[in-house]
């Protein structure tokens, strides 16, 4: 068991630009997890998936942010036409049904910062 | 709307100091409330899980408390550490089913004095 891995750790993009974050959760947790963090405040929830299902997305989620999770493994967040709004840490957790306490997984977190 | 609370946003104390952080929420129907610790640029580490019928979960030197008809946890660190620096976040979640989001506090950032 390797733990939520994100990809990359760290982009640096231009304004307008589009970015993608990769999430491989813990092997066979079914739900998936995206928050964004800023500093000094706690992560907040953009979206979640159930397998491939993505069942709730925050209204922080605007139209420029997309997420998939095609074969209910792997999941992409793509944002596009980047603001400097939207510099902030991008984090990944995920969980399994099969634990009874549904204890949630972060991974390292993906860092944006849009110059 | 579920609101978390973490007072103080900073502490700090000398090595060896056993201490207690305060996490209060607004509404208490919660499934169950997660501790977190989180390095400085590093993601969050599950520290422990306190279902919504416990009274408090344990793992070494730390031990979690609910007060749910109350709307507070607790987390007691004993016998603190310099490597116990950092900070320490709670977050409550609603239900088990699809919607079942975290909601996080700001945090507590600790810093132990050797």
């Known amino acids: 068991d390797t733990g939520v891995s994100q990809n990359p750790r760290h982009k640096i993009t231009k304004r307008g630009q589009n970015v993608t974050f990769r999430c491989d959760p813990i092997s066979e947790h079914n739900r998936l997890y995206w928050y964004r963090q800023t500093l000094g405040q706690g992560p907040e929830f953009l979206t979640y998936f159930q397998n491939e299902a993505q069942l709730e997305k925050s209204r922080l989620l605007s139209d420029r942010f997309s997420a998939e999770r095609p074969k209910g493994s792997f999941s992409t967040l793509e944002i596009q036409r980047t603001e400097q709004g939207d510099s902030a840490m991008y984090l990944c957790?995920?969980?399994?049904?099969?634990?009874?306490?549904?204890?949630?997984?972060f991974g390292e977190g993906s860092w944006l910062t849009v110059v | 709307k579920q609101e978390v609370t973490q007072i103080p946003a900073a502490l700090s104390v000398p090595e060896g100091e056993n201490l207690v952080l305060n996490c209060s929420f607004t509404d208490s129907a919660i499934y169950n409330l997660q501790w977190f610790r989180q390095d400085p640029g590093k993601g969050l580490t599950s520290l422990l899980l306190i279902q919504s019928s416990q009274r408090e979960q344990t793992s070494g030197r730390l031990n979690a408390s609910l007060d749910k008809s109350s709307g507070r946890s607790t987390l007691y660190i004993a016998a603190s550490q310099p490597g116990d620096s950092a900070t320490y976040l709670c977050?409550?979640?609603?239900?088990?089913?699809?919607?079942?989001?975290?909601?996080f506090g700001k945090g507590i950032t600790l810093s132990v004095r050797p």
């Open positions: 977050a409550v979640r609603p239900g088990p089913g699809a919607n079942s989001k975290l909601t």
């Open positions: 957790a995920s969980s399994s049904d099969r634990d009874i306490g549904n204890t949630i997984y």
